[in-house]
């Protein structure tokens, strides 16, 4: 079974710029979260989607957002970035909403805000 | 403010021998608290879970220990390899229906094991 599959690998932006994400989950997975990791904050929680909705949000500002498609795949965007948004971004999937249904994690992309 | 908290940054030990990491929380309202391991260029892998009604769950040479009163839980892996060489991150659950998919992350602990 193939695992998390997130596109692009790396990515380099301008500042003001935005991004888009991909992510393909597991199949049959139907729960999609995403993660951001930077050196000083460490792994930090940005949304989850279940189903199409999203039923949980992290505390980053509005320029983060995110949506799922009925086939689960999920996209986050990024507006008008800054250099603070350079980071690893990590999308896991699992098959029900909710962490006790162990998350299985992409190998991320890796933006680079210059 | 860090509800989780991965004091040790690095650890090193033997091959063969007992690794522990250790991992402190803050906030009394976790679920559950898993572990992953994480090697360069690749996300995180699970490794194993305790829900907070259990204070030990084991998992072949992996065991997780959980002290509800003293806030916190260690992985023992035993006998540990060379190959446990990564980076381990604690993580829990907040509970509440709205925090279903939302993990608390520590900062992780680099563990390597020497041949």
């Known amino acids: 079974k193939a695992g998390v599959t997130q596109t692009p690998r790396y990515l380099i932006k301008t500042r003001g710029q935005q991004v888009t994400l991909s992510c393909s989950p597991i199949s049959g997975h139907r729960s999609v979260s995403w993660y951001q990791q930077t050196p000083g904050q460490g792994l930090q929680f940005l949304f989850e989607y279940f189903s199409e909705t999203q039923r949980n949000k992290g505390n980053f500002p509005g320029r983060f957002s995110g949506r799922q498609f009925s086939n689960s795949r999920s996209e986050m965007n990024v507006s008008t970035l800054e250099l603070g948004d350079s980071a690893l971004y990590l999308c896991?999937?699992?098959?029900?909403?909710?962490?006790?249904?162990?998350?299985?994690f992409g190998n991320g992309t890796r933006l680079t805000v210059t | 403010d860090q509800q989780v908290k991965q004091n040790s940054p690095s650890l090193s030990v033997q091959e063969g021998r007992i690794s522990i990491l250790n991992c402190d929380y803050t906030n009394s309202m976790f679920d559950y608290f898993l572990w992953y391991k994480k090697y360069p260029a690749e996300g995180p892998t699970f490794l194993i879970s305790i829900s907070s009604i259990k204070d030990k769950n084991e998992d072949g040479r992996f065991t997780v220990f959980l002290n509800k009163s003293a806030k916190h839980l260690s992985l023992h892996i035993v006998p540990s390899q060379p190959g446990d060489s990564a980076v381990y991150f604690c993580a829990a659950i907040p509970n509440g229906s709205g925090n279903t998919g939302k993990l608390i992350f520590g900062q992780g602990t680099t563990l390597q094991v020497k041949p």
């Open positions: 896991a999937s699992s098959l029900a909403a909710g962490g006790i249904s162990p998350l299985h």
